[in-house]
Structures are given as structure tokens and as C-alpha cells.
């Protein structure tokens, strides 16, 4: 089956600065990369995606990377603000697959 | 345009018991998927069902089963509860019946806890 590896499990950055989570995956069928926000107390919300198409996609202050060949996908958050703080799940969605979190906290 | 809901919120329950979780897809969506994420671990897909029918399942025991209902509604039953079932269950719903290729959207969640 697929699986996914995420890292790193926890992330403190410096409001302001970057943050980068990568995802690793298996399965050289897998076509379809979103990443989700889950806030406390709530259900995961979808921030981006990636279609296996596409090598990069960007929406404001976040972007996703997509390396087939290596299969690897990576989230970028730049400009990071205090409301950036929560879990975040990658995802390699062809088997319903999905990283084990990354816990990102944002030092004001 | 109203989002995944899911109850109850919290639902307790002794070892040994039946719990039934519900929810309700956005409207429109044909396909409900289930999801339980134990404390501290990612997203573990139990199962998911479009136009009544189960499609797939996850890794899990028969104890745990569901039903869709023509509304598209969906229901999780698990059997025979277990400690270790204590997780929060996530469902979410999909406009397409293509399974791990099309954006889900999940609810907020029902988190069982099993004493």
C-alpha cells in the first residue's frame, strides 16, 4: 500500500519567517497531493493542492512543490503569522493516504 | 453553503458498547468517507461510500461498519467497543465518486472516548 512520511513532526518558527514541512510518498501512481490545516477542536481544512501535472502552485503566502521523479511534495508558508499555528496533514490522496502531522507553532 | 456536520460532538461510551456516529455530506456531494485519527496520529481511512453503496474500506475490523442513506447522509457504527477506539472521527465529502482524486471537506468531527 502507499505510505506517506511527513516531517518534521514539530515546527517552531519566528513570526515572520518561513516554514517548510516536506512529505514523501511511494506509490508512483499517486496523482493528486493536497495539504490540510486542522486547528484545535476543528476538522482538517484543505489550504492546497497539487495534481502530479503541475511541479508548483502558489496561493498568497503558501506554495507547494511537487518532485515526481524523487517523490517528494513540500508546503511553504512565508511571512508566517500567529493564525498559522495548527496541525498540518499532507496527503498522497490516491489511496486515501495521509501524513502523520506536522505541528507548526508561530513565535510572535 | 453548508459545510460537513457530524454528530454528536462527544460521545462516551463503556467498553464493550455500539456507538453510532452521523453525518451529513454538503449538499450536492454523492461520496462520504470515514476517517479516525487517534490522539497524536494522522488520518487512518476506514471507509467510504457513494450512492449507498461501500466502495472500499480501510485496514480496520468488521466491527466497524456504516450505511449511506438515500439523502447521501451517512452513518459509522462500531461494535463491540474497544478502549483503543477512542479517537476523534472525521467524515468528509467529495462532489466527484472518484476515490483519492478529488477535494474532500471534512466535517468537525465526533470524538468517541471508550471507558
Known amino acids: 500500500g502507499e505510505n506517506v512520511e511527513q516531517h518534521p513532526s514539530t515546527l517552531s518558527v519566528q513570526e515572520g519567517d518561513s516554514a517548510v514541512i516536506k512529505c514523501t510518498y511511494s506509490d508512483s501512481a499517486s496523482n493528486y497531493f493536497p495539504w490540510y490545516k486542522q486547528e484545535l477542536g476543528k476538522g482538517p481544512q484543505l489550504i492546497i493542492d497539487i495534481r502530479s501535472n503541475v511541479g508548483e502552485k502558489k496561493d498568497q503566502r503558501i506554495a507547494v512543490t511537487l518532485n515526481k521523479t524523487a517523490k517528494h511534495f513540500s508546503l511553504h508558508i512565508t511571512e508566517t503569522q500567529p493564525e498559522d499555528s495548527a496541525v498540518y496533514f499532507c496527503a498522497a490522496q490516491r489511496k486515501l493516504t495521509f501524513g502523520t502531522g506536522t505541528r507548526l507553532t508561530i513565535i510572535p | 453553503e453548508a459545510g460537513v456536520t457530524q454528530s454528536p460532538t462527544h460521545l462516551i461510551k463503556t467498553r464493550g458498547q455500539q456507538a453510532t456516529l452521523r453525518c451529513s455530506p454538503i449538499?450536492?456531494?454523492?461520496?462520504v468517507y470515514w476517517y479516525q485519527q487517534a490522539l497524536g496520529l494522522g488520518l487512518q481511512f476506514l471507509l467510504w461510500?457513494?450512492?449507498?453503496?461501500?466502495?472500499n474500506r480501510g485496514n480496520f475490523p468488521p466491527r466497524f461498519s456504516g450505511r449511506q442513506f438515500p439523502n447521501y447522509s451517512s452513518e459509522l457504527n462500531v461494535n463491540a467497543l474497544e478502549l483503543e477506539d477512542s479517537a476523534l472521527y472525521l467524515c468528509a465529502s467529495t462532489l466527484m465518486a472518484t476515490m483519492g482524486t478529488d477535494t474532500q471537506y471534512f466535517g468537525p468531527g465526533t470524538r468517541l472516548t471508550v471507558l
Open positions: 449538499s450536492g456531494h454523492t461520496s
Open positions: 461510500y457513494d450512492e449507498g453503496e461501500e466502495r
